[in-house]
């Protein structure tokens, strides 16, 4: 059963596509990377399937009834905020509460619980603006868990964290793979994805390959998708393809 099925889907800015003609379906309970060279509209892709971008054409349908969580790129945050590393995690129960909701006792423990999970006990009042890039992303993931999503979105989740937390972090990852939820995320590290990812969607502003990580990623495959980027034309009508 499909968790997100994609119908002839072009998505784009200023009516320039950035993701062109895409169709394909991310199965419930699968856990998919999306690969592909610089500007091959990954990031888009995924802004739209949050419905933070409109389709300029296509259609994105979801399972029924299936909560999502998304984990923007840490260039899309704003560290400067005010606000310490237990209220950061504790908005993952605004789905459930509110923005202005009580927090009860089985609540907070579900929060000190997500806390713990990523290696930050003893972090809970630092503020998020002293934090390492590693020591925010481990929060992040913390906020995930108490979101408790069946589908979850992660935008490059892994880059420049060091070796232990992306470790750690991939470890929360295979867990909810586990859990039967279906993850989706855009990375930069093949090898990560050869290793740990069962399928993978190579794209380069439309699908060269999807399916099996084993054979999607071949030379051939990646070298053809390098090439698409290069030629794409991104003055094109939403409609069109460059002729090259």
Known sequence: ???????DLTLGYDRHPAVHHLSGTIEEGSLTAIVGPNGAGKSTLLKGITGTLAPLSGSIAFSKGKRLAYLPQSADLDRSFPIHVYDLVAMGLWNRAGIFGRIGAPDVHRIEHAIAAVGLTGFERRPIGTLSGGQMQ?????????????????DEPFTAIDART???????????HGESRTVVAVLHDIETVRRAFPRTLLLAREAVAWGRTAEVLTPENLLEARRMVEAFDRQAEPCRRDAA
């Open 1 to 7: 059963m499909s968790a997100i099925r994609l119908a």
């Open 138 to 154: 481990r929060a992040l993931f913390a906020r995930l868990l108490l979101q408790d999503a069946e589908i979850i979105l992660l």
């Open 166 to 176: 992306t470790a750690d972090l991939l470890a929360l990852v295979q867990r909810w």
